[in-house]
């Protein structure tokens, strides 16, 4: 199918290209990289300088190689929040997509496909969540352009019955049947992209865009509308990125990272859009795409050099948009469009588990850094995320090697700090003052872009009052910083083993992801994940203590965060202190002040589901096999559904009718997931095992199915899911 | 409502029959049978239809005999709402029950011979799931893509790599030995 077919042409008079022509983004580009080189520049020969006493030992020269590529990466966060200050203060930016957007725009809109891609994920959520969007489309009379598909990889049988179940009744609720489908995939082969491509290759081309969901995201219908909107108007766009907002987060790490997201991101997110323009990138949900070039073109290529023939990149998100952006499209940063929100990980160590699979996505994209007709900016995002953790390894070895050189300065070499020469000898001020000059520059530019967003809430009265006031403002930005500060050792620690194992070729898991914050953190959990960053933070600080005291002192905050790594990570993953915080008014962010309607709701939707009673201890563990065995309506629908794909499959071979006796005779727990996941996949025997267990003498059953035959009537009157009846 | 009739089975223990009777309801409240008055006339029914019948000659338990003989009424009425064979009709007939809210909606119709409003029969013949609109399909597949310097330079190294997992550990080895070698050496200078 040709991108044409699809396109509305006719909607080119105010697009977005008129705005910023290829000149333009050129000298945006060579403004912002100038200044981005400068500042690396100037920092470079202060090190230089620092090091060259008379020439550079082995070890100087390794800790100046790693200080060049750090120090770019440093200067390019700052000069990025710097552009995007500069375009706040001035009160926004002429080449934004959301510029194009109609007032009273009420052109007829193509039917639109939602797409929520999940794996295990927390049903009540994923459905609560689009119940609310359903419902917000629905109030502004455009809940008929919107197609919901719940794209399930879901292996866990519980989960799977969960959402057919949830599926069904949110239906019925919302009268969405033929709005709202659900698709459980058989083999989740290349996971969540895999799981993308086959919606697009069965209904991809029923529709002109998709919009792309996580379990946990939740967008307003005004947003949904207007990203449509956004591409009819667009017709060269071919991905639109939003910039979700965190919501919902009730621990101590969760609101500290909605705090500065909020806080601190529009400045990134407005810097971003000033150089990269319509050469965006696409983080792999709260988009929209245009699904005829997607189909034709971001096909995701194999990886080279992996055991399996078919390996696909993990993180398909990056690749998806520079294969976007080399078919002519454009992939354009929405960052000021309200009503996109997103859950974020609830505890350091829940972050760190999505941070290894992520590292492993972006370390795969150095296979494509070289690739033919893929546009520089696309290899700037690859290797941006590539650096994003290996940058860790490097500041780890930096500190190492830095630590390792002061040893040698203090103890072996003939030569001290004060042996003046350049810019020490100019200035008169000798090497160890100019080093304290670097690290005071260093600092003021990781520092700046939170000044600078600091100054953008403190000035604008409204923003002020939606982040508590001035002294909340004031004190939420001194708590982050004290906890990031104490964070960022042991993320780097984090990172670099990372990078290292993945490198050795460990295997990295596909797990489902904690997004809730109902006791995430214990303390077995504090100790397995953080021993090593303490062991490292002990021996680390005795080892730099024995070298000098002034070096343990200037690297103590490092020290501080890997020792109290385990009780820091549990404080962290607490409900408690964040509620505390939240009592007086910390951490708190305009999302929490003047709460969204849709944010709203769903919280108490979701309030409302945890408060019923759960099912009783014993069944817990099985409750969705349970169900569609015992369930007689249940039953129906999973094996419904079964019918329609799997319509000609016969009587169960010898295989399944073992399983079958096992089940009855010694219940679910005598099978293993994938078993249980065999008998869930056969229409006959699903049939037939629910006739069994009701016909069968409890002499001929487990007990469990009798207890299981007795309990499961005693609170249910409607088919509601499994923990949250 | 029809008034509860007395129930004598002339065969089976009063135990056999209590038994069967909490079966029974177990099922009929698994189908959502809410109503205590419909669920007891619908048990006794049942059960009715099991005494009626001679005693069992090969042992089957009561309770057996009581569930397959509330099973049968209710392929009976699915059959004959569905207007489909018993067969085919069962899991639609179930499936058609919960889509249309027929329990909540007609408490007291539900394996009733008579008496089934129409729109609940029009609604549970109509009603059917659908995993997904009619199928479009498309042909996705990866465009060709010269993947440069890397895979010349890296891919064959990378491949032996990962599936060799001795080859692995040594390099690892070598690796922490000769840091530790350095660090050796240069402390010592």
């Keep these: 199918m040709s991108a044409d077919s699809t396109t509305n042409t006719t909607a080119t008079a105010t697009n977005v290209t008129a705005l910023i022509d290829g000149r333009r983004l050129t000298q945006r580009r060579i403004v912002f990289f100038s200044i981005m080189l400068l500042l690396a520049t100037v920092a470079t020969w202060i090190m230089a300088d620092i090091l060259w006493r008379g020439g550079l030992t082995r070890t100087e020269l390794f800790v100046f190689t790693l200080f060049v590529p750090l120090f770019l990466l440093v200067s390019f966060g700052f000069t990025q929040a710097l552009a995007g200050f500069w375009m706040l203060w001035r009160g926004g930016d002429a080449v934004n997509i959301t510029r194009t957007l109609k007032e009273n725009d009420d052109a007829p809109l193509p039917v639109t496909a939602i797409a929520i891609p999940i794996y295990n994920e927390d049903v009540s959520q994923v459905y609560e969540g689009l119940r609310i969007m359903f419902r917000s489309l629905e109030a502004l009379g455009k809940a008929d352009r919107f197609d919901f598909f719940i794209l399930s990889d879901s292996n866990d049988p519980n989960k799977w019955i969960e959402e057919e179940v949830s599926w069904v009744e949110l239906c019925k609720q919302v009268k969405g049947f033929g709005r709202i489908f659900y698709r459980h995939r058989q083999i989740p082969i290349n996971r969540k992209s895999g799981n993308i491509s086959d919606f697009c290759r069965r209904w991809g081309s029923r529709y002109r865009y998709m919009v792309i969901l996580d379990a946990d995201s939740l967008m307003s219908g005004k947003a949904l509308v207007s990203l449509v909107r956004l591409m009819e108007t667009n017709p060269r766009a071919g991905i639109i990125q939003t910039a979700p907002e965190l919501i919902r987060s009730k621990t101590l790490y969760g609101r500290l990272l909605q705090f500065a997201s909020t806080l601190y991101g529009p400045v990134f997110l407005a810097g971003m859009n000033f ?44 690749v998806e948009a520079a294969l976007m952006l080399r078919s002519g499209y454009e992939v354009w940063l929405a960052y000021d469009l309200p009503g996109s929100y997103e859950g974020g990980p609830p505890s350091l160590i829940e972050n760190a588990r999505r941070d290894r699979r992520w590292c492993k996505g972006n370390l795969q994209h150095a296979w494509l850094l070289f690739a033919k007709g893929i546009k520089h900016t696309s290899r700037l995002h690859l290797m941006l995320g590539i650096f994003s953790y290996v940058s860790s390894l490097l500041w780890f070895l930096l500190l190492t090697a830095g630590s390792y050189q002061c040893y040698q300065e203090w103890y072996i070499l003939p030569r001290g700090y004060d042996y003046d020469v350049g810019l020490s000898r100019l200035l008169d001020i000798g090497g160890a003052r100019l080093a304290l000059a670097l690290f005071l520059f260093t600092m003021s530019l990781l520092l700046a872009p939170k000044f600078f967003s ?30 990031s500060m104490l964070v960022a050792p042991v993320q780097m620690l984090f990172h670099s083993f990372f990078v290292v194992a993945i490198w050795l070729g460990l295997k990295v898991g596909w797990g489902a992801q904690k997004r809730d914050a109902s006791g995430v953190v214990d303390w077995g959990d504090a100790i397995r994940m953080h021993a090593l960053h303490m062991f490292a933070g002990v021996i680390g600080g005795t080892i730099a203590h024995q070298i000098h005291p002034t070096l343990f002192w200037w690297m103590s905050p490092v020290f501080a965060g890997l020792v109290l790594a385990i009780p820091f990570s549990m404080l962290l993953g607490q409900t408690e202190p964040a509620l505390a915080l939240a009592r007086v008014g910390l951490l ?26 759960p099912p009783p201890e014993r069944l817990r563990s099985d409750y969705g096999f349970m169900q569609v065995l015992l369930d007689p309506l249940v039953n ?77 009537n005693i609170l249910t009157s409607q088919p509601e899911t499994a923990l949250y009846r | ?129 659908r995993a997904g609109p009619d199928l479009q399909v498309s042909n996705m597949v990866p465009r060709e893509i010269d993947l440069g310097l890397m895979p010349e330079f890296f891919g064959d190294a990378l491949e032996t790599f990962q599936k060799q997992p001795v080859i692995r550990a040594v390099i690892l080895w070598t690796l922490l030995l000769g840091l530790l070698g350095f660090l050796f050496w240069h402390t010592r200078r």
């Design chain 1, 275 to 318: 150089w990269q323009g319509n050469e965006g990138n696409y983080w792999g949900h709260n988009a929209i795409i245009r699904l005829a070039p997607f189909i034709e073109h971001c096909a995701l290529p194999d990886i080279p050099g992996q055991p399996s023939a078919t390996a696909k990149f993990m993180s398909h998100d990056y």
């Design chain 1, 454 to 483: 600091w100054l953008l809430a403190a000035r604008d009265a409204q923003r002020r009052r939606r982040f508590g006031g001035m002294f909340r403002l004031c004190s939420g930005c001194l708590i982050e910083q004290i906890f």
């Design chain 1, 588 to 613: 708190t962010t305009p999302q929490e002040i003047g709460v969204p309607a849709e944010v709203a709701q769903l919280e108490r939707n979701l309030s409302a589901i945890r408060e019923r009673i």
């Design chain 1, 636 to 712: 129906s629908v999973h094996v419904s559904l079964l019918r329609q794909r799997h319509k000609h499959r016969g009587e169960p071979g010898e295989y399944f009718r073992a399983l079958e006796e096992r089940v009855l005779r010694d219940g679910p727990s005598a099978l293993n997931r994938r078993e249980k996941t065999a008998l869930l996949l056969h229409p006959v025997s699903m049939s037939r095992l629910h006739q069994k267990i009701w016909l069968l003498p409890d002499s001929q059953l487990s007990p469990w199915w009798t207890m299981a035959m007795r309990q499961y």
């Design chain 2, 1 to 129: 409502m029809d008034a509860l009739t007395p129930f004598v089975p002339v065969w089976g223990a009063p135990e056999e029959w209590n038994q069967a009777y909490e079966k029974v309801e177990n099922y009929l409240r698994a189908f959502r049978v809410e109503s205590r008055l419909h669920r007891a006339r619908l048990i006794q029914m049942a059960l009715q239809r099991v005494a009626d019948r001679p005693p069992p000659t090969d042992g089957t338990p009561l309770t057996t005999l009581a569930v397959r003989e509330v099973q049968a009424m209710m392929q009976e009425w699915f059959a004959r709402i569905m207007q489909e064979p018993q067969n085919v009709s069962d899991v639609q007939g179930r499936l058609g029950l919960l889509l249309c809210d027929g329990q909540t909606r007609w408490p007291y119709c539900f394996l009733e011979p008579d008496r089934i409003p129409e729109e609940m029969v029009a609604k549970m013949q109509k009603a059917m799931l």
